[in-house]
């Protein structure tokens, strides 16, 4: 397994154990390195000290707050060491609740919570007791400079904990949604109805994207001196005057289609570009190499 991101004590009651996290879940991208467009040569980055008009070192920086236009108070590395709650080291549980009452909206970023050797029995003895209760641990944790509230829940043969976004945090949106006075018991009817032909099992493994698999397509077609057919857009669409028809239409072209995962994989190969052979001119050239 990877190195962990958080090591320290899981308290339960009485029981404390240690423990280790690990990133559950980490996106994977195509990446650019940024180029001098005239020679390909890397471009380098460097800090810049404008009064002085000259380059310096990361060791010349400091991290400042500012309090008024032009003034700042300077805090230094061990200042933040000092100021570490005890969470920086001990994870409390502090109460459990039923997941169903914590909205996803409040989700950050998940990880795997596994116990040291010496503790696998009281992990065992927690992860068991959630499952048959049917409840999650709320606790606080603090990493990278700032404290989390987190929600424990079991995950396969163990527990996976997911930070959370505090309520201050979470943006209101006045104006969202819309009121369902005006809808009629026949569209509503006939809106399970679509569901329902929609409806499949949950499986991760059908989905990927799209986006990043033309990227790969992009760069294998410059390395090969081949050319992409743009993928076509929909066109938009204006809201339907008459809802229950095309309700109606669109459960009646859902018959005979197919269903699950080739539903799935056709809609994503649309999303797909294509290649073409040759491009005018032959095979492009790599930009080259830095020295």
């Not at 048959?132 to 400079?145: D, I, P, Q, R, W």
């Not at 309700?247 to 073409?276: D, F, H, N, T, Y």
Request: charged content about 30%.
């Amino acid at each position: 397994m990877a190195a962990s991101v958080w090591t320290g004590y899981l308290t339960f009651g009485l029981i404390s154990m240690p423990v280790r996290l690990f990133s559950g879940a980490r996106g994977t991208r195509v990446s650019f390195h940024m180029l001098h467009r005239d020679d390909h040569v890397r471009v380098k980055q460097q800090l810049v000290c404008p009064a002085e008009d000259r380059p310096i070192e990361r060791s010349e920086v400091v991290k400042g707050y500012e309090f008024r236009k032009g003034e700042y108070v300077i805090i230094e590395p061990e200042e933040i060491k000092k100021i570490e709650p005890r969470t920086a080291k001990a994870m409390e549980i502090l109460e459990f609740v039923k997941q169903e009452e914590i909205d996803p909206v409040y989700f950050e970023s998940s990880y795997y919570l596994a116990p040291e050797e010496a503790a696998r029995k009281p992990y065992a003895l927690l992860v068991k007791a959630m499952k048959e209760t049917g409840y999650v641990g709320v606790a606080k944790l603090a990493m990278h400079n700032r404290e989390y509230t987190a929600f424990l829940r079991p995950y396969e043969k163990g527990l996976m904990l997911h930070t959370m976004y505090y309520e201050d945090e979470i943006r209101e949106a006045p104006d969202f949604g819309t009121e369902h006075a005006s809808l009629k018991e026949g569209e509503v009817k006939v809106a399970h109805q679509l569901i329902e032909a929609l409806a499949a099992e949950w499986d991760p493994s059908k989905y990927y994207d799209t986006f990043e698999e033309n990227l790969k397509k992009l760069i294998k077609a410059h390395m090969e001196g081949k050319e992409v057919v743009a993928v076509e857009k929909p066109r938009p669409t204006a809201a339907p005057t008459d809802l229950m028809a095309a309700l109606k239409a669109s459960l009646a072209q859902m018959e005979g289609k197919k269903k699950g995962p080739q539903r799935v994989e056709a809609a994503q190969r649309e999303s797909e570009i294509e290649v073409r052979g040759k491009a005018h001119g032959g095979r492009k050239k790599p930009g080259k190499r830095a020295a």
